[in-house]
């Protein structure tokens, strides 16, 4: 029975039962619709129910993972004190324990981790066809992570460095140097907010030159995955 259970809420193989799909479906519909309360500044009765209907589903799923730990952990009476401590099921306790227990509005946030969840329901949805691509998007990224990792250093270092530039620069535009930061990292990413601009010659000239070298860095990652990427095709196509 325990068995049936896991297979249906933890589809293993490739072929996952009508039953499965529709514990998905359900899940992920209610995770879902648990969001509708936290986007809309509203009291009304529908958004009261609509929580409380999907935290009962949140609540069973929960119920349902727990009794089932032994056979997912494999380790005996010793899963269902270990399952508690997995990160996923923390995650679903923090995602139900705010609307059960009346804490100030700001912990509602907490709700936010139902999120996260949505990737767990993902992984056992009928969507198989995209396995492999996404599989193979995530080998380009672990083959790339050097690169990708000096491109990020040399990103937070120019960051660093162009902010203690301007701050000095026009050291009354900005009111600390944390503000200088902000600027500098929206000037990488070409954004422009244009709540903190330059007010000097010097200052905007410096603003044009680190938005040209910016947008170069910016440009590095999509160039490392996109040859890191076609690399991998033509190696598929030529063990084929």
């Known amino acids: 029975m325990l068995q049936k259970l896991y297979e249906i809420i933890e589809p293993s193989g490739n072929e996952s039962s009508k039953l499965s799909s529709v514990y998905d479906i359900v899940m992920l519909v209610s995770i879902i619709a648990s969001m509708i309360p936290l986007a809309l500044k509203s009291d009304a009765a529908v958004l009261t129910v609509i929580d409380k209907i ?118 009354d535009t900005f009111n600390n140097f944390f503000d200088a930061i902000y600027w500098a990292a929206i000037s990488l990413t070409s954004v422009g907010y244009g709540d903190i601009t330059p007010a000097s010659e010097a200052g905007r000239l410096f603003t044009v030159l680190s938005a040209f070298v910016g947008v170069a860095i910016i440009a590095l990652p999509s160039g490392i995955i996109t040859a890191g990427y076609l690399d991998v095709l033509n190696k598929e196509k030529d063990n084929q």
């Open 54 to 171: 999907t935290v009962a589903v949140f609540i069973i799923d929960y119920i349902l993972r727990f009794i089932t730990a032994k056979i997912k952990l494999n380790k005996g009476v010793k899963s269902y004190f270990l399952y508690p401590l997995q990160p996923m099921a923390i995650i679903d306790l923090l995602s139900i324990l705010p609307s059960l227990i009346p804490i100030n509005t700001g912990f509602k946030v907490l709700r936010l981790f139902r999120i996260v969840r949505t990737f767990k329901v993902f992984r056992s949805f009928k969507i198989f066809r995209y396995s492999k691509n996404i599989a193979r998007l995530a080998n380009v990224l672990k083959k790339q992570s050097k690169s990708l990792l000096a491109v990020f250093s040399m990103a937070v270092f120019y960051v660093l460095f162009t902010a203690l530039v301007m701050f000095n620069i026009e050291p």
